[in-house]
């Protein structure tokens, strides 16, 4: 099934369905927890690595940012990734919204001037979302699920779009390994509906392969 095509605003999700789906989201949260404790053992060298190019560029930066993010239902958690932009970054956002490249509630520029060079490099390779393996120890996040929403950005969201909320949101997902930046947010929303209505354990596991040679070879992060 072609995951990239035919993204129309006519998909239902069946929220008491997804309620009652108590042996797969048991079995979602075992593996999550049991992935994201080993990812983050294993990948330390490579937080060290990423850790000390971010300082050697910025050295008054911090090597993490956090920002505020919602989950399921809409409920708020610090979102954690490596800094890829000026410590400023936040504050010109401002400055740049005139200059948004994609259509809808999210905000993308893909020559963002606030991108440090460190920066551009990690988020190409998806790199900068690594510290969000702590975010899925904690709960907060899957490893696969719809991308977690800043709160300003659902304020625009209408009823539809809102359906992407109803599940546990990730660090990858079928809009990152397929289409990902090439498409406007309408698209995304679809994107994400349709993992809801697909997902499953092996569904799952065939998104992460994919998330994996993301990181060799970039689909249009930015």
Not at 35 to 54: D, E, K, N, R, T
Not at 85 to 101: Q, T
Not at 108 to 130: A, Q, W, Y
Not at 176 to 192: A, H, I, K, S, W
Request: aromatic share 12%.
């Amino acid at each position: 099934m072609d995951y990239g095509e035919d993204h129309t605003r006519n998909i239902a999700i069946d929220l008491n369905y997804e309620r009652h789906r108590y042996v797969y989201r048991s079995v979602k949260r075992i593996f999550d927890f049991v992935a994201s404790f080993f990812g983050l053992v294993l990948l330390l060298p490579v937080f060290l690595i990423v850790a000390i190019a971010i300082k050697l560029e910025e050295p008054k930066g911090p090597v993490f940012y956090s920002q505020i993010r919602l989950g399921r239902q809409q409920r708020p958690f610090k979102m954690y990734k490596f800094r890829s932009m000026v410590v400023n970054a936040d504050s010109l956002k401002k400055y740049l919204i005139d200059k948004n490249e994609v259509d809808g509630a999210i905000f993308k520029i893909r020559m963002d001037p606030r991108v440090t060079k460190v920066g551009r490099f990690i988020r190409k390779h998806s790199i900068d979302e690594l510290p969000q393996l702590l975010n899925v120890l904690l709960g907060q996040m899957s490893l696969v699920g719809p991308r977690p929403p800043l709160p300003g950005e659902v304020v625009n969201y209408t009823d539809y779009d809102k359906q992407r909320l109803f599940v546990k949101p990730g660090c990858t997902g079928l809009w990152q390994v397929t289409v990902r930046n090439e498409v406007g947010f309408d698209e995304m929303v679809g994107l994400d509906l349709k993992y809801i209505l697909h997902r499953s354990v092996l569904f799952d596991l065939g998104v992460l392969i994919k998330t994996i040679s993301v990181f060799f070879r970039p689909n249009g992060a930015y």
